[in-house]
């Protein structure tokens, strides 16, 4: 009966963390591209675009980390304690640098301001972004194989 009733909470669990994998992607190469036109235009549309973007990427995440506490829910051993860790750190890294260097970002080139203090931004946001994506990417890895456990478990 519990494979019945995760089975839903599955499928959520992994568009959720899909969508926000390809959302977080989309930022980097959207910031990476708009970057390289050198067109102040071009990269502020971009950085009010992401700004935007944060309110489906945040539900997203939030979708992704309850869903994953309640597949998880009476699992114990390594696997489970090394996604809980890199959730922490997700949540944190997006709720604390990504969140406000969004918005810091879009304000700057709003102002055409995209001096110094904006590529010191940009460069932070492009380390915390890489490293949430490659967070994502193992805890990806990871529910795959527990998915395949699970299942032959219950068979």
């Given at each position: 009966?519990?494979?019945?009733?995760?089975?839903p909470?599955?499928?959520?669990?992994?568009?959720?963390?899909?969508?926000?994998?390809?959302?977080?992607?989309?930022?980097?190469?959207?910031?990476?591209?708009?970057?390289?036109?050198?067109?102040?235009?071009?990269?502020?549309?971009?950085?009010?675009?992401?700004?935007?973007?944060?309110?489906?990427?945040?539900?997203?995440?939030?979708?992704?980390?309850?869903?994953?506490?309640?597949?998880?829910?009476?699992?114990?051993?390594?696997?489970?304690?090394?996604?809980?860790?890199?959730?922490?750190i997700?949540?944190?890294?997006?709720?604390?640098?990504?969140?406000?260097?969004?918005?810091?970002?879009?304000?700057?080139?709003?102002?055409?301001?995209?001096?110094?203090?904006?590529?010191?931004?940009?460069?932070?946001?492009?380390?915390?972004?890489?490293?949430?994506?490659?967070?994502?990417?193992?805890?990806?890895?990871?529910?795959?194989?527990?998915?395949?456990?699970?299942?032959?478990?219950?068979?």
């Amino acid at each position: 009966m519990e494979f019945l009733v995760s089975r839903p909470l599955a499928h959520l669990h992994r568009i959720a963390g899909m969508a926000a994998g390809l959302l977080i992607l989309t930022f980097l190469t959207v910031s990476a591209l708009s970057e390289l036109t050198g067109d102040p235009d071009i990269v502020r549309l971009a950085k009010t675009g992401i700004a935007w973007g944060l309110v489906a990427l945040v539900p997203a995440l939030m979708v992704t980390g309850a869903s994953g506490m309640g597949l998880g829910k009476g699992w114990k051993g390594p696997a489970i304690a090394a996604k809980k860790r890199r959730m922490a750190i997700i949540a944190a890294n997006g709720m604390l640098v990504l969140i406000p260097c969004a918005l810091a970002l879009a304000w700057l080139a709003h102002r055409g301001e995209t001096g110094t203090a904006f590529a010191i931004v940009q460069t932070v946001e492009f380390l915390a972004g890489g490293t949430n994506l490659v967070l994502i990417g193992l805890n990806a890895r990871d529910g795959i194989a527990m998915a395949g456990r699970r299942t032959a478990r219950i068979a």
